[in-house]
T-cell receptor
Framework: KQEVTQIPAALSVPEGENLVLNCSFT??????LQWFRQDPGKGLTSLLL?????REQTSGRLNASLDKSSGRSTLYIAASQPGDSATYLC????????????FGTGTRLAVRP | DAGITQSPRHKVTETGTPVTLRCHQTENHRYMYWYRQDPGHGLRLIHY???????DKGEVSDGYSVSRSKTEDFLLTLESATSSQTSVYFC?????????????FGDGTRLSIL
């Protein structure tokens, strides 16, 4: 059974800092890995999707990397801003089922002005 | 934002009553999903649909049923609600299968069963 772990569970940083969020998974037979953000009381917003054949994806100040063999992904946020405060979730698709996702429990990020 | 509307947004009901949650999309996407989110468990898949009248179970499907009679609507029904089904329910949609398309989520329904 696929298990997804996110460390740390919570993180508080001053504005402007570069930071890294970690995601690990136990079964490397994945189709893709997705990073989402969730604001309080809201649904999830898709940030980046990395297909299994890719090593990284970038969008603005966000960069996500994927190392399938070691079961790890990182989300790098450059020059953090208070508006980045949210919970960040990673999810992996199950190998034989296309895009049925298994989620981690998230990292709650607070960026202090 | 993807055109996904969940209704109701909040509901309080009593144990043993039937409850139906609705997900409506305007994107004409083929794939639709129902998840529940609980503290300590993250999001877990309840049921999903890969087309009109085509549905399948997720990892926590016991006590839930779904129906999809039109591309745009995906209904989740709790036939006889229990307190353990108190949760936040999210609908998601996707244009493609096979890992090449992201899932887009609605804003959720907060369901409390007393």
């Amino acid at each position: 059974k696929q298990e997804v772990t996110q460390i740390p569970a919570a993180l508080s940083v001053p504005e402007g800092e570069n930071l890294v969020l970690n995601c690990s998974f136990t079964d490397s037979a994945i189709y893709n890995l997705q990073w989402f953000r969730q604001d309080p009381g809201k649904g999830l917003t898709s940030l980046l999707l990395i297909q299994s054949s890719q090593r990284e994806q970038t969008s603005g100040r966000l960069n996500a990397s994927l190392d399938k063999s070691s079961g790890r992904s990182t989300l790098y946020i450059a020059a953090s801003q208070p508006g980045d405060s949210a919970t960040y979730l990673c999810a992996v698709s199950r190998g034989s089922s296309g895009d049925k996702l298994t989620f981690g429990t998230g990292t709650r990020l607070a960026v202090r002005p | 934002d993807a055109g996904i509307t969940q209704s109701p947004r909040h509901k309080v009901t009593e144990t043993g009553t039937p409850v139906t949650l609705r997900c409506h999309q305007t994107e004409n996407h083929r794939y639709m999903y129902w998840y529940r989110q609980d503290p300590g468990h993250g999001l877990r898949l309840i049921h999903y649909s890969y087309g009109v009248k085509d549905t399948d179970k997720g990892e926590v499907s016991d006590g839930y049923s779904v129906s999809r009679s039109k591309t745009e609507d995906f209904l989740l029904t709790l036939e006889s609600a229990t307190s353990s089904q108190t949760s936040v329910y999210f609908c998601a949609i996707s244009a493609g299968q096979g890992g090449n398309q992201p899932q887009h989520f609605g804003d959720g329904t907060r369901l409390s069963i007393l």
